[in-house]
């Protein structure tokens, strides 16, 4: 490692500033924490890994962020808020003081952002590449966490933001589009910006608390995440494809590249919030979203059945994809 810290130094200059209560200041081997009462602990974690997850010479300050922004999505699809985290960290003998010293301000920004503090972890050297794992823990009222397992027939189906923004700037990135010379350079800069940095949709929480039945966040793709859900809550869906939001810019690149809706709906990356929402209460959900200023769109039904969700295209024929989501396997 090139202007090595032991990891003693690594963890008292650059992990320690940003311990939170619970954490004993990193001078323990365990963080001690006791959850509000009347709330419950959600815990989710991410590994990250160089070359799989991000690029190795992005910005250590992205990379940080990206890490940590992974997790606070999963809680925001849990409607819980973020409390704290553990951060594991393998570093390669090429990491040096000033690249840990910017990987821990982009965690302090996010940590400030999100609200959510360091509370303990591991580090290590390793002859492979850069790895990052983060277990993040949320808060929610006793009772109040949205599982992924409860959606029911009848229900309506949304998802924030737009899709496969992120999927399209990694192909980009990895000089894949066609005629990507042709597409406008502030498109170019806003998909390969929603790939480094996913933007977490926790102004949601309060909606899905009040108002959903079923969410999880899209990280492996659209297709293939509605079809987890639907599984695991034991129903199927009905989905008109032309209703999935897209933002200009990936409508541009699909015009160049006719496959790139396919990457765009199953590639990953989204970080958006997929959840099923009764009739009843959807109108009450969309003007929360609203205020929330979060884009929220219907794209369909929970039926009922066993059955994968049936894709439907303009035409009202079933649609098939290849592959349905990312997999690292």
């Keep these: 490692m090139t202007n090595r810290l032991s990891e003693d130094e690594i963890i008292a200059r650059i992990f320690a500033p940003l311990a939170g209560l619970g954490s004993l200041d990193l001078r323990d081997d365990a963080a001690l924490l006791s959850p509000p009462p009347g709330h419950q602990l959600v815990a989710t974690t991410d590994a990250l890994v160089a070359g799989v997850h991000f690029f190795p010479n992005d910005p250590p300050d992205l990379i940080a962020q990206k890490a940590l922004r992974v997790n606070v999505s999963d809680l925001a699809a849990k409607a819980a808020d973020p409390w704290g985290y553990l951060l594991s960290i393998a570093l390669p003998d090429t990491s040096c003081a000033e690249w840990l010293k910017a990987f821990a301000q982009g965690l302090k920004s996010d940590g400030q952002t999100y609200g959510l503090s360091l509370l303990g972890g591991d580090t290590v050297r390793t002859s492979g590449p850069l790895m990052i794992n983060v277990t993040a823990l949320g808060l929610v009222p006793q009772g109040a966490m949205i599982q992924r397992t409860t959606a029911k027939a009848g229900d309506r189906i ?172």
Excluded at 277 to 303: N, Q
Aim: net charge negative; aromatic share 6%.
């Design 158 to 329: 949304y998802v924030s933001g737009t899709i496969g923004d992120a999927a399209l700037g990694l192909v980009l990135r990895q000089q894949q589009i066609k005629r990507a010379d042709e597409l406008k350079s502030e498109w170019q800069h806003y998909l390969l910006d929603r790939y480094l940095l996913p933007l977490p949709r926790n102004g949601l929480i309060i909606a899905l608390r009040t108002h959903a039945h079923a969410a999880m966040d899209v990280s492996d793709g659209l297709i293939g995440d509605l079809t987890k859900l639907t599984k695991v809550s034991h129903v199927s869906a009905r989905v008109e494809l032309s209703r999935i939001p897209l933002s200009p810019a990936a409508r541009d690149v699909i015009a160049l590249q006719e496959d790139a809706f396919d990457r765009a709906v199953t590639g990953g990356d989204d970080y958006e919030i997929l959840c099923t929402v009764p009739p009843v209460a959807s109108a009450d959900f969309e003007r929360a979203a609203a205020k929330a200023h979060i884009l929220v769109t219907y794209i369909g039904d929970v039926i009922p059945g066993d059955q994968p969700p049936l894709w439907l295209d303009k035409t009202g024929q079933t649609k098939t994809f290849g592959k349905a989501s990312f997999s690292h396997f």
